[in-house]
């Protein structure tokens, strides 16, 4: 069997639970399965097999049955059809920027590696304060306590629910705070994370909002998802509109906020084009990952952990479904290098370039970054055609320029075909929009 088809440890576990336990063939029949800790801990540590934080990290047995796990008791969890994730929600909302106090020495917008860093300098830098709209706020709890006991419904995937053929009943599982805010009139709670994803565990929100609704008795508390990356701070406000229903939330407002001049102008942009110079295409595939953001949030987490020795593992936020796709991007790019490890297995470490990236100011890193994308000759075509028309160039037209850039498939060596070609046009026109939203006119 190739390296690329080798399973993933958690589809093994998983497979192995549903031969030994007849997972499937009970939710056939009843609906739902429920799982214990120790049954799982025969084959992985449970912790370890019930972490899917986003819908695409799941067990291969679980993307294929559209099946969600979710805690009910210290020890048990519930496995059904229930719809347990929800797509982030666009944000292109203008950037706002804020100054950290002056006096504060001990964390800067550049040590900025982990969740509660993030947490910390919002929190001192008065975005959370902004965001929320409460110059008051102080915090209060975090850290792994017990969930009160609640029932709640949730929308099963491709059917109609109803509050009988879906209930769900919680009571002292372990729930997880990332941190909490409290000013006057709310109770913020926060969820934080390091890396993009479309999609994430409503369980993170709704288990604490219930618990902490049951204990705050009429003051509102308010589920809050913060995401840090690419020294952009994040944040969506959720609310769920009913108190029982697990899928009932609803997107309050989001915003996004800077500690660094972000201001990117024309003027920047047609200096690097003055001293452009083109790189030969690479031995690697064309790009085919449209969201740059993800590019980029990649080499970040790549450089947050121990670039030396790192590898992409199931324990990784980005090893799902398309993260070849996203780290052949970065290596299109020549941010990142793969290879092997002494097991055989692939390794992805940055590159002396990726690492000097951030070293660098947001400004500067974003500039490098267009720099980078421009000096492949089929993204720069499609960027003077855009330039010079003042919009984007069609998909016919992108395929054109891959074309007179010399793109081949690097394992035939043959240019690619007329629909493969119509794909990667998307990534490059996705990539061009990039450069577009990120200068400031």
Same mark, same amino acid.
């Given at each position: 069997?190739?390296?690329?088809?080798?399973?993933?440890?958690?589809?093994?576990?998983?497979?192995?639970?549903?031969?030994?336990?007849?997972?499937?063939?009970?939710?056939?029949?009843?609906?739902?399965?429920?799982?214990?800790?120790?049954?799982?801990?025969?084959?992985?540590?449970?912790?370890?097999?019930?972490?899917?934080?986003?819908?695409?990290?799941?067990?291969?047995?679980?993307?294929?049955?559209?099946?969600?796990?979710?805690?009910?008791?210290?020890?048990?969890?519930?496995?059904?059809?229930?719809?347990?994730?929800?797509?982030?929600?666009?944000?292109?909302?203008?950037?706002?920027?804020?100054?950290?106090?002056?006096?504060?020495?001990?964390?800067?917008?550049?040590?900025?590696?982990?969740?509660?860093?993030?947490?910390?300098?919002?929190?001192?830098?008065?975005?959370?304060?902004?965001?929320?709209?409460?110059?008051?706020?102080?915090?209060?709890?975090?850290?792994?306590?017990?969930?009160?006991?609640?029932?709640?419904?949730?929308?099963?995937?491709?059917?109609?629910?109803?509050?009988?053929?879906?209930?769900?009943?919680?009571?002292?599982?372990?729930?997880?705070?990332?941190?909490?805010?409290?000013?006057?009139?709310?109770?913020?709670?926060?969820?934080?994370?390091?890396?993009?994803?479309?999609?994430?565990?409503?369980?993170?929100?709704?288990?604490?909002?219930?618990?902490?609704?049951?204990?705050?008795?009429?003051?509102?508390?308010?589920?809050?998802?913060? &995401?840090? +990356?690419?020294?952009? @701070? #994040? /944040?969506?406000?959720?609310?769920?509109?009913?108190?029982?229903?697990?899928? !009932?939330?609803?997107?309050?407002?989001?915003?996004?906020?800077?500690?660094?001049?972000?201001?990117?102008?024309?003027?920047?942009?047609?200096?690097?084009?003055?001293?452009?110079?083109?790189?030969?295409?690479?031995?690697?595939?064309?790009?085919?990952?449209?969201?740059?953001?993800?590019?980029?949030?990649?080499?970040?987490?790549?450089?947050?952990?121990?670039?030396?020795?790192?590898?992409?593992?199931?324990?990784?936020?980005?090893?799902?479904?398309?993260?070849?796709?996203?780290?052949?991007?970065?290596?299109?790019?020549?941010?990142?290098?793969?290879?092997?490890?002494?097991?055989?297995?692939?390794?992805?470490?940055?590159?002396?370039?990726?690492?000097?990236?951030?070293?660098?100011?947001?400004?500067?890193?974003?500039?490098?970054?267009?720099?980078? &994308?421009? +000096?492949?000759?089929? @993204? #720069? /075509?499609?960027?003077?055609?855009?330039?010079?028309?003042?919009?984007?160039? !069609?998909?016919?037209?992108?395929?054109?320029?891959?074309?007179?850039?010399?793109?081949?498939?690097?394992?035939?060596?043959?240019?690619?075909?007329?629909?493969?070609?119509?794909?990667?046009?998307?990534?490059?026109?996705?990539?061009?929009?990039?450069?577009?939203?990120?200068?400031?006119?």
């Amino acid at each position: 069997m190739s390296k690329a088809k080798k399973k993933r440890k958690i589809d093994i576990t998983w497979t192995k639970l549903n031969d030994k336990h007849h997972i499937l063939d009970t939710i056939k029949d009843k609906g739902y399965f429920i799982i214990s800790a120790k049954q799982i801990g025969e084959f992985q540590e449970a912790r370890l097999a019930v972490k899917f934080d986003y819908s695409d990290a799941r067990p291969e047995l679980f993307v294929k049955n559209n099946l969600s796990i979710l805690p009910i008791t210290r020890g048990d969890y519930y496995i059904s059809h229930i719809n347990a994730y929800h797509n982030f929600e666009s944000d292109t909302s203008k950037i706002t920027y804020l100054t950290p106090p002056e006096h504060i020495k001990s964390l800067d917008v550049t040590s900025i590696n982990s969740e509660s860093k993030a947490l910390n300098m919002a929190y001192i830098s008065g975005i959370l304060a902004d965001f929320l709209e409460d110059a008051n706020l102080l915090p209060t709890v975090s850290g792994r306590m017990s969930s009160e006991s609640f029932a709640f419904y949730a929308n099963v995937v491709g059917e109609a629910v109803t509050v009988e053929d879906s209930a769900v009943t919680v009571e002292n599982s372990q729930i997880e705070i990332d941190a909490a805010y409290e000013g006057v009139k709310s109770l913020a709670l926060m969820e934080a994370k390091r890396d993009l994803t479309d999609n994430f565990l409503i369980r993170q929100l709704y288990y604490p909002f219930r618990t902490w609704q049951q204990k705050m008795a009429k003051k509102p508390v308010r589920p809050v998802f913060l &995401i840090y +990356s690419n020294s952009i @701070f #994040y /944040l969506y406000e959720y609310r769920f509109n009913d108190l029982q229903h697990y899928n !009932s939330l609803e997107l309050v407002k989001h915003k996004r906020y800077c500690l660094e001049d972000t201001h990117i102008s024309v003027e920047d942009v047609q200096k690097i084009l003055k001293k452009l110079r083109f790189n030969k295409e690479p031995n690697i595939q064309f790009p085919q990952a449209n969201s740059f953001e993800r590019v980029i949030n990649i080499c970040e987490l790549l450089y947050i952990n121990d670039v030396e020795k790192n590898f992409i593992t199931e324990e990784y936020s980005f090893d799902v479904r398309q993260s070849s796709y996203y780290l052949d991007a970065a290596r299109y790019l020549g941010l990142v290098e793969k290879s092997l490890d002494l097991d055989g297995h692939d390794c992805y470490t940055l590159t002396k370039l990726g690492k000097s990236l951030f070293s660098m100011s947001y400004k500067q890193r974003q500039l490098k970054l267009i720099e980078t &994308i421009l +000096s492949y000759k089929s @993204f #720069y /075509l499609t960027y003077e055609a855009y330039r010079n028309n003042n919009e984007m160039p !069609s998909k016919a037209e992108i395929v054109s320029y891959i074309r007179q850039a010399g793109v081949v498939d690097p394992k035939t060596g043959l240019p690619y075909s007329d629909s493969t070609n119509k794909r990667r046009a998307s990534t490059v026109s996705a990539w061009i929009r990039w450069i577009i939203n990120t200068i400031n006119n």
